[in-house]
């Protein structure tokens, strides 16, 4: 993977880990002004996952960065984005627009994050799309879920 620098978000955090890896996916988007993107077509998609806390767990981890990387990579890798339960063809929030699908990221990190006794949290998923396409996608206040 292409070394990359991502835009930084503050946080009051102690520890910051970041994890990149990719997935590739095929997706559409179910709307007649999606243009050529209302047909199926794939991406390689490009993700780097920032989790931040201020306690180490009984390894000494914020978090396993193999387990953030399974989480998103076993779910949607070499997959139909559309066939994926977080995602509609009907409602346009839940589109599996590059914006939904940082989105959608974030809310698979946090609830695994929920569970850890350390409690770390993601506070930005970054994804590239193409080359010259990325989302970036930051919480807002009360969506630790």
Do not use: W
Request: contains cysteine.
């Amino acid at each position: 993977m292409m070394q990359q620098i991502y835009p930084v978000t503050p946080h009051p955090y102690s520890f910051e880990i970041n994890k990149d890896f990719h997935f590739a996916a095929a997706h559409y988007i179910a709307h007649d002004d999606a243009g050529k993107c209302k047909h199926t077509h794939g991406h390689t998609y490009f993700v780097n996952i920032t989790i931040a806390g201020d306690e180490l767990d009984h390894t000494g981890f914020l978090v396993d960065f193999k387990a953030v990387k399974n989480l998103i990579h076993k779910r949607f890798d070499h997959g139909l984005l559309n066939d994926d339960q977080a995602f509609s063809d009907d409602e346009p929030n839940y589109f599996p627009t590059t914006e939904v699908i940082a989105r959608t990221i974030y809310e698979v990190v946090q609830a695994h994050l929920n569970t850890l006794a350390n409690q770390p949290a993601c506070i930005q998923v970054y994804l590239r799309e193409t080359p010259t396409s990325y989302c970036v996608y930051r919480p807002g206040k009360g969506d630790k879920e």
